[in-house]
């Protein structure tokens, strides 16, 4: 035993004056306890005194305020996780796990996993299958956390020091993203979710990890597990789809996000999931509720909420593929396409939930100057001013660009289609996935093949990002 209220005691007093050296520390102590005792107990208390460990042993207090943006852009899975993976696989499989009986089971699994998700069934993780998940989705499920990160970190609301509650963790991609998307002097505690075998997985990858990621994973369920304390950022990352019932699960754990902190959930971005991700956001987030919606799906009219489909995903550079997914790739059956195996495409659907009401822009419609999506009906045929927030990138393949737009209102898709680029509506293409616009001049009609309105932007129309 150590004490504790000695060690915090000392801590405080000498983290104003000189790095805190557990060895210098145990001097100080009644008993002289070993400095590996002390340094244990520092790393316990760490997170409440905003201390983080140095290389040589020692701490230091960690700069005020938020983590900076890093400008986060991967072009590959980096190699030290690219190895601890084939590492795992080696020791399960052997050195040619991707050949022979092993590979075929590793193939099997993947397109189980692939066509488990495309029909929305059940997903069972044995360690196969947690193999196979991690060759799959580590490498995309890593870029993308970071990407969603940057919209809290662009408005300073990603604290340098900060508690994480990760449910459904899987096999860490998630995880790792978030590590390497922090600063090195930041300081987190880290709580997975993981029932699955995946744990095992995550418990490798998380090795990987620096001193002052500081991590613990419970093998229970969301539905089993009682929250213990509050959490800045709570992760449901690709797991709502596997939940009996997501909207309930993420209920329970806002009770414990902290008032100040974030609720991110993502999901792969093909149709099934990406809706279902929208109606949890509708649900937990109703208009006039407590829970507002802070990026990507704006609600820019007071007392409104959407009620469309609800099919929505961002798409960022694809990564290299690495060395694993080649070598799994390389034994497809002769009738599977080249790339059966390799998954580096990095698009997926999120939502950032608050308590704050904060918001990524904090924009907001008027009737004085804007049309809104809940009345369209009214102005089909006519030109109008629209605030919209853009909320795809072009989904033809024709001559005319098409992007998804809304403004939170909306009862049905509304689609902003470009026929007739001008340096005046050029902002339309241009702008990121998230971008608030402004379109003066729009021309609103209705598609009744595709039910939903498309608003015409043509020669006439202005569009412009919103300040």
Known sequence: MIDKDAVRANAKYLRNVRPIDPDEIAEYIEGAPHPALVKQALREEAYDLRLR???DGTFVPIEDGPAPRPGWSPEAFPEDYSFAVEDLLVRRYGANWHVGESGDRLRTRVRQLKEDYYRGNPVEYDEDAALGYAIYHLPDYYAAVGYVLDDLAENGLLPRVLRVLDVGAGTGGPALGLH??????ALVDYHALEPSESADVLEHMLNET???FRTRIVRETAEEFEPDGEYDLILFGNVLSELDDPTAVVRKYL???????????LAPADRNTSMELAEVEREVAPANGDISVYSPRLRLWDGYAPGDRGWSFDVKPDLD????????D????SDEDEGTFTNVDVQYAYSILRKDDARRRDAR??????AKMAEMERHVTNRINLLAVKLSHNLSEGKNQLFKIGDGSEKVDHYAVLTHQTMLNEDLARADYGDILVFENILALW???EEAYNLVVDDNTIVDRAA
């Open 365 to 370: 419609a008027s009737a004085e100057r804007f």
């Open 447 to 449: 598609n009744d093949d």
């Open 255 to 265: 009770d414990s996000l902290a008032d100040d902190g974030s609720l991110v959930a």
């Open 330 to 333: 390389e034994g497809r059956e």
């Open 321 to 328: 593929i690495p060395a694993f997914q080649k070598r799994l």
């Open 180 to 185: 390497d998307y922090l600063p090195d002097d």
């Open 210 to 212: 620096g001193l002052n």
């Open 53 to 55: 460990e140095r290389e």
